[in-house]
């Protein structure tokens, strides 16, 4: 979702710096995407490294019990 609000905070305040007579709302709408922006860019690069943290620490084929044998 921080995506989706960061796409609506840059088209609305380009929008704004472009038709509006007062830039200084398009500039801070513009400001607050990027902030977004990057916000959602660092969301998704520690998704990426939770997820393959979590495919490391999984176990392999080799490691997993075979049914009907019981480990000691």
Do not use: C, N
């Amino acid at each position: 979702m921080p995506a989706v609000a960061a796409v609506l905070f840059l088209v609305l305040g380009f929008g704004l710096s472009t038709f509006a007579g007062r830039p200084y709302i398009g500039q801070g709408l513009i400001t607050a995407g990027l902030i977004a922006g990057a916000a959602a860019a660092g969301a998704a690069v520690g998704d990426l490294g939770w997820f393959l943290l979590a495919a490391r620490d999984r176990p392999g084929p080799d490691e997993e019990s075979v049914p009907g044998r019981h480990l000691d």
